[in-house]
């Protein structure tokens, strides 16, 4: 009886400890109450490209039960950046941001979610002819097909992929596994949510997927390394740089590896422009759109920031966004924010219908002139490249020509014996990279003014953007309050796959 005694009154003193401990801890009954957590944020992002339309679907992906209040605003009259088509010859074609990896699995998802098309090649893709120019002759030609059977185009490049054999060597095998190297470290950024990291810093991110050392480094000083020989160097990676960014093999590695997969085979575009992507991503997230509305001062005044716009409005929200690049842009910030001075290279597109002179190339007929035209670097060339765009017969072709000054018409009318059409887009492109690279900071000051652009001194993709504005979403929802939580993706009506999230359609 004792015992039975000794082990009721043991058993009390353990309720009352424990009720004497829930009475301690309990903030009701201490007469203190938790601060409540942070009202639902305003967030305002400024830009309306790749960049600025992936912030607002992540955050809304990402916090589904979360009544944020998104507004974007854009300088211009249409959402896309640097993403936008052009109409000639009454057909539209990309003029800005062109082309897409079968890897990019962001722009792979939001196609399908978005249900757009994607363009298909040209079936003769595989035969266009290719010629590298240094401004006297053609030092490297592949062969044209005009046949329309795929058993005659498949010959012709099999003949042209010798070609290229018998003038670079293994070295082509070398190039493809350094830019393979690259990409399969770049597919870490589709990892799961569980295994991804949050990222504070552009060398953080980079540093995880093994991508840093790539921007410490020029590509040609990688491309020696990875053991290519001076020729494919100098002539075909050239070519591929001066195309793709307008830039020489001096540029960074990680720069020079992107723009090398861009060169591969399995590219595509969004059927109608890749500026859908944005403007889908834009309508579904339940964004306040400002067009033609630039955003001026950017003032922090403790709890939230004020944005002034060029219309004399201004807009309270707690957290901004830039996803733009600053470095051409007027914007006043108060207090002042410090980020390292980067020169963003122009590239001038510019857009003809009519046909090429061939007594300029040194030929005698149009035919002789290769279908995609690459350069050498030299200062004197006036252009990086020639494309064919359309063919609407042998005297009328529609053309593209990259270059890095604008094209006068003195010089067009001594490539082209005839011109109907001429277009000329002036795109302040990408950053001019030149390694080691140094990086913005993702926080612009250290509270809740994020920049997107900050990751594009790695690489300039429609892709990258995506990637950094994802990475920059579950930064924003971590840091501005806990009861903002991260939470598994929502559905936004993605098919379901057998990953373990939705992010790694190939086409």
């Known amino acids: 009886m004792a015992e039975k005694h000794h082990a009721q009154a043991k058993m009390l003193t353990g309720w009352i400890f424990y009720v004497f401990f829930l009475l301690v801890d309990s903030p009701i009954s201490s007469g203190t109450s938790l601060p409540p957590p942070r009202p639902s944020p305003v967030v305002c992002i400024v830009g309306g490209g790749m960049g600025g339309s992936s912030i607002a679907h992540f955050l809304r992906r990402y916090s589904p039960h979360t009544a944020l209040t998104l507004r974007l605003f854009e300088r211009s009259g249409f959402v896309g950046g640097r993403m936008a088509t052009v109409v000639l010859a009454g057909e539209t074609f990309e003029a800005g941001a062109s082309i897409l990896h079968p890897k990019n699995f962001h722009a792979v998802n939001f196609t399908k979610m978005l249900n757009l098309s994607v363009k298909k090649p040209p079936s003769s893709e595989s035969s266009l002819s290719l010629g590298i120019w240094d401004g006297e002759k053609f030092v490297f030609k592949t062969l044209e097909s005009k046949s329309k059977s795929s058993i005659v185009q498949k010959i012709v490049a099999i003949t042209n992929s010798m070609l290229l054999f018998v003038r670079y060597g293994f070295s082509l095998f070398k190039m493809d596994s350094f830019v393979k190297t690259a990409v399969d470290n770049f597919l870490k950024y589709y990892a799961s949510l569980e295994s991804r990291p949050v990222f504070e810093t552009v060398d953080e991110m980079l540093k995880w997927a093994d991508l840093y050392n790539l921007t410490a480094r020029t590509l040609q000083d990688e491309l020696v390394d990875a053991g290519l020989s001076p020729l494919l160097i100098e002539e075909l990676v050239t070519v591929i740089t001066r195309i793709n960014y307008g830039q020489s093999i001096n540029i960074s590695g990680l720069g020079g590896a992107v723009s ?46 004020e944005l002034n716009s060029t219309k004399g409005n201004s807009y309270k929200c707690e957290v901004a966004v830039i996803a733009t690049p600053l470095d051409e842009l007027n914007i006043h910030f108060n207090p002042p924010i410090s980020i390292p001075k980067r020169k963003l290279q122009h590239t001038h597109a510019t857009f003809i219908r009519g046909l090429l002179n061939p007594a300029y190339f040194g030929l005698v007929a149009v035919s002789e002139i290769p279908e995609l035209v690459g350069t050498l670097e030299n200062p004197d060339l006036p252009f990086s490249s020639i494309s064919v765009l359309r063919k609407h017969d042998e005297k009328d ?51 809740h003014l994020y920049y997107v652009n900050a990751f594009e001194n790695a690489a300039s993709t429609m892709e990258t953007s995506a990637v950094a504005a994802e990475n920059i979403a579950r930064l924003i929802l971590s840091r501005y309050s806990s009861g903002l939580m991260l939470s598994r993706p929502s559905n936004m009506n993605t098919p379901p796959t057998s990953h373990q999230e939705d992010l790694h359609y190939e086409l």
């Not at 306040?288 to 003032?299: D, G, V």
């Open 397 to 447: 072709i529609s053309y593209k020509i990259f270059s890095r000054e604008p094209m006068a018409d003195e010089l067009l009318d001594r490539i082209f014996s005839s011109r109907k059409e001429t277009i000329r887009i002036n795109w302040a492109a990408y950053p001019h990279y030149s390694a080691p690279e140094v990086f913005a900071p993702f926080v612009l000051d250290g509270l």
């Open 260 to 305: 090398l997969a861009g060169s591969g085979g399995g590219l595509w575009a969004v059927e109608g422009g890749n500026w859908q992507l944005a403007a889908g991503l834009i309508n579904r997230s339940d964004v306040a759109l400002h067009l033609h509305e630039e955003i001026e001062t950017i003032s922090y005044h403790g709890e939230s920031y």
